[in-house]
Nanobody
Framework: QVQLAESGGGLVEAGGSLRLSCKLS????????MAWFRQALGKEREFVGA????????DYSDSVKGRFTISRDHPWNAVYLQMNSLKPEDTAIYYC????????????????WGQGTQVTVSS
């Protein structure tokens, strides 16, 4: 059974950095394209970024491009979201997601989801 567990969320001041981790269990992470989504209070869930199975292709939303970076760590069966230059509007619950057959995107919802981790950016 595939499970995803996020960690690393917390409270940070605007301009600061956080690194979120997502540990996949139940299968080798190399079988999955991975992604991060987020959902702010009262708003719809939105795509943050995605990475292909071997890390060769990445895609980011315009709102985080140049500030956030997704990376894979296959020995640890993990994927990371490095978030720099954080803004108050980045405050949200961040979800890790995975799919065997499709690179997730704003229009392609992945099959597997984690429980989420809260990120709060103070102004």
């Amino acid at each position: 059974q595939v499970q995803l567990a996020e960690s690393g969320g917390g409270l940070v001041e605007a301009g600061g950095s956080l690194r979120l981790s997502c540990k996949l269990s139940g299968s080798p992470i190399g079988l999955f394209a991975m992604a991060w989504f987020r959902q702010a209070l009262g708003k719809e869930r939105e795509f943050v970024g995605a990475v292909s199975w071997n890390g060769g292709v990445t895609d980011y939303s315009d709102s985080v491009k140049g500030r956030f970076t997704i990376s894979r760590d296959h020995p640890w069966n993990a994927v990371y979201l490095q978030m720099n230059s954080l803004k108050p509007e980045d405050t949200a619950i961040y979800y890790c997601a995975a799919d065997r057959t499709t690179i997730p995107s704003p229009t392609k919802s992945p099959h597997y989801w984690g429980q989420g981790t809260q990120v709060t950016v103070s102004s």
